[in-house]
DNA sequence: CCCGATTAGTTGACTTTGTCAAATATCAAT
DNA sequence: ATTGATATTTGACAAAGTCAACTAATCGGG
């Protein structure tokens, strides 16, 4: 996937040339919807009506970037074929809801799924790892291309497949060193923990949560076994643009609640005073700074900080 | 990034949802242009001419997917204005070899640099590791959809930046899953021999090369030292997208330059006798089969194979 | 409650883009 | 030279996109 830092005329060019890419290849998928009685703007309208019934005029055209003059004419054709209602709108009578006539929504549902089946056609000659390789460099893209944060209901926690293992530690790699600059060191030892967690795994008393969005990796945390009654929660990650919206409380949540499903009578992580965010996570959860030690890792100075929680209190 | 395979139909959506996204996002980028006195379709013409200098209108047609009624016409906008040159072309007396004039080639020229400085931009707020992702995550992207088999001279062999051996293990887990249905064994060892090559790396006798393609992770070699007169190849693999280009001759070539630069007198691999590309590839290079034994490793019955290769003859 | 400024949407008058079929000029091969 | 293909042009439109003027409602003070 990934790269030794390029300068920015080379993202430059990549996105252009992207940009050219998809421009044709788009035009072949736009075309072959002649097929069917609607223009192609006519077929985009009536898309967005049928997603978001009683809108106006004003967020369909900003939604599809078309001209409210030229959204206005469009919707009378469509109003004209009986396949679209505009409605008084509550309240703001400047404003119409639209809405599909039943006719609309049976012509939409013609109209999706010929373009599903479209789409398919393309994919077909996919296997099933390049599918997902493809979903999640769309999802990279359009993140990366949309500065907007994504909805807390996107992210699904799973567990791992083959390949996250290593997806992770490139991830964390990646990631503290451009946020605090470590070292490849770190990546040894985040390689090493997961080497381990994979020949050791036991399934009973272990897991391993992915916090998936869109088939790209947003963040993960392990559960793994010290002793007994003793748990060890590891890896805990997340990507920035996937925090401020509860999913790190949701993860500890997912595996607190694993860790006294499993019986055990502790939990205890490890962490740098650096990493603030996580922090204050834990805190909130009930855990308890146990112990404080200097270090030198991963080419930086840094405070290591033992947490502990005790579950069989409460 | 990654996944956890998906139905064939959320990869549809996934494809449709960004379609859509990029649509909209295209659209507001293509509207800008309206600041110079050519029209869309006018500047992608002149971008096709001034790239390509000699061609048909043929050709720009179907490069831009564009009707070649329409493309006519605009030729002849562009002529008009004196921007375009219309030639004889050597050969056939029905197609005229296009060429920008100076004038042309100027007017090309602020439109491209226009176009390149909205996409940097666009592209301001991402930091160096937000490019790279971008970068990589748009090759993937097009490699997918576009069933072409990538030039040789896209790639490149580099050393590994930070993040990359992480990534290594995931394409290798994952590689060899698919292809031999290989389990999480694997990609524990993977991560086990990456933690140690990071960790005992001697930059002077060791190395890992890295066949990148416009950001993305093509394949790898690594030398590691045994001792002091013999070096060990390790960890060679190549994605199935770009095999059947040489890339794989001109990784071990590579590596066995830098290997005899090293004054090593002996290179030793260990493979598995299921992979026959890579077998063969040895062969090539003069490795000779020391040894073959049955094993049982990642979830399947292999044969695992020693080759060995003296530096020392020749 | 009224008044000016804003906002949502419509309409008219365009230009640009995209489509299709017919016409013209070669070319390649018998 | 004739025939069937190929490259390009032209004509006639349909669809998409632009821009400015216009109508009707709403909002935010006085």
């Not at 009986?82 to 012509?107: F, N, P, S, W, Y």
């Not at 493809?134 to 807390?152: D, Q």
Request: aromatic residues 8%.
């Amino acid at each position: 996937m990934t790269r030794q830092s390029r300068s920015g005329d080379a993202t430059v060019a990549a996105v252009r040339h992207f940009t050219r890419f998809f421009t044709r290849r788009i035009g072949v998928l736009r075309r072959r919807l002649y097929a069917s009685p609607f223009s192609l703007v006519e077929a985009r309208v009536l898309y967005e009506v049928a997603h978001h019934p009683g809108t106006s005029a004003g967020a369909v055209a900003s939604g599809l970037g078309l001209d409210p003059g030229q959204l206005s004419r469009t919707l009378n054709a469509l109003v004209r074929r009986g396949l679209v209602r505009r409605r008084k709108a509550t309240g703001d009578a400047r404003r119409h809801a639209l809405e599909t006539t039943a006719r609309g929504a049976k012509a939409f549902a013609g109209l999706d799924s010929a373009s599903r089946a479209e789409v398919a056609a393309l994919l077909a000659p996919l296997g099933a790892h390049d599918r997902d390789a493809l979903t999640g460099a769309l999802a990279t893209a359009e993140r990366l291309l949309e500065p907007a944060r994504p909805a807390a209901d996107e992210f699904v926690l799973r567990s791992p497949a083959i390949g996250d293992m290593g997806a992770l530690t490139a991830a964390q790699a990646r990631l503290y060193a451009r946020e605090y600059g470590w070292n490849g060191e770190f990546e040894a030892l985040v390689a090493e923990i997961v080497a381990k967690f994979i020949r050791d795994f036991d399934p009973a008393r272990e897991r391993c949560w992915i916090a998936d969005r869109r088939g790209e990796i947003a963040g993960s945390i392990f559960l793994v076994k010290e002793s007994d009654k003793v748990a060890k929660i590891r890896l805990v990650y997340l990507e920035p643009w996937a925090r401020g919206v509860g999913l790190g409380r949701r993860m500890l949540a997912e595996c607190l609640a694993f860790a006294r499903a499993c019986g055990y009578a502790k939990v205890v992580l490890w962490t740098n005073d650096c990493l603030v965010d996580a922090r204050r996570l834990y805190e909130k959860a009930g855990f308890v700074l146990v112990e404080s030690e200097r270090h030198r890792s991963f080419g930086k100075d840094l405070v290591g900080q033992s947490w502990s929680l005790d579950l069989s209190a409460r």
